[in-house]
């Protein structure tokens, strides 16, 4: 038969082992969670390294000694209620070494209880993650940088636009006005024409046309803007006086680089969607 006695020593003197020997902080504490607070009863060496006390130094004393000016007592509260609640407790916070000095403490507590069920102690299972919120500090500190750089861009943007629209709508709309009292009826047209463009400067129809995706050149842009805004064949050849198989030749290519050119879709109702 085997020695179950054996078995339970055997293992008893393992777990004391693992938590002699383990890099992270253990605290074992009485149960008393009322002020001044539940006592230490045991530490492994893995606390003395993280918080400079010795186990004589702490035996008998609250966890309290650990808080400090930044320590948040809201996690302080949800740790008292959890475990008044029976349930494990997981958190975060600004802890004190023997020398004063802060780092950041993550810890997790769960009872032991006995036989019935009831709570005896509690263990603490802590580490120092000072590093690691150094390292998250950095990061969120890097993204509201570029955050506001983003931000800067934007208004920069809106700023330019802004100017752009001041310059059409104060020296250009009223040059063009100056224009048409002078020129012939085709002209008058084309000038009407370009001030609708400028009026919708800040459209997206030249960036779509033109982007990557279709690949439409500067000079097939200027003819679809001309179609889109219904100027016929004919008028766009004495418009940019090119011949009326040049610009069928530029319908054509703009059809396909839509990928509409074996579509029964009128080109013009098409580029006014865009």
Not at 80 to 98: H, S, T
Not at 117 to 140: C, F, L, M, N, W
Request: glycine share 6%.
């Amino acid at each position: 038969m085997s020695d179950n006695k054996g078995i339970n020593k055997i293992s008893d003197k393992l777990l004391a082992s693992v938590v002699r020997f383990s890099e992270d902080s253990i605290i074992i504490t009485t149960k008393d969670l009322d002020f001044p607070g539940p006592q230490i009863i045991y530490v492994n060496p893995g606390f003395t390294r993280m918080t400079g006390y010795f186990p004589q130094e702490v035996i008998g004393k609250t966890p309290r000694i650990f808080q400090g000016p930044k320590t948040d007592k809201s996690v302080l509260k949800r740790l008292k209620n959890d475990l008044l609640a029976g349930e494990v407790f997981y958190g975060q916070a600004i802890n004190y070494r023997k020398d004063g000095s802060e780092f950041w403490n993550e810890w997790h507590i769960e009872p032991i209880k006995d036989d019935f069920g009831k709570v005896q102690y509690y263990v603490a299972i802590q580490q120092d993650i000072t590093k690691r919120k150094k390292i998250e500090q950095s990061i969120e500190q890097k993204n509201s940088a570029l955050k506001e750089i983003l931000e800067q861009i934007e208004i920069e943007k809106k700023n330019i636009k802004d100017e752009v629209i001041l310059n059409v709508e104060e020296v250009l709309l009223p040059a063009f006005k100056k224009l048409r009292r002078k020129g012939s009826a085709l002209d008058v047209k084309y000038l009407d024409v370009i001030e609708s463009n400028l009026k919708h400067l800040t459209s997206s129809f030249g960036m779509n046309v033109s982007q990557k995706k279709f690949k439409l050149s500067p000079r097939e842009v200027e003819i679809a803007n001309l179609i889109k805004n219904g100027i016929s064949s004919k008028e766009i050849c004495g418009m940019l006086n090119i011949s009326f198989k040049t610009v069928e030749t530029h319908r054509n290519k703009i059809r396909k680089k839509l990928d509409i050119l074996n579509k029964d879709i009128n080109l013009t109702s098409y580029l006014q969607m865009l």
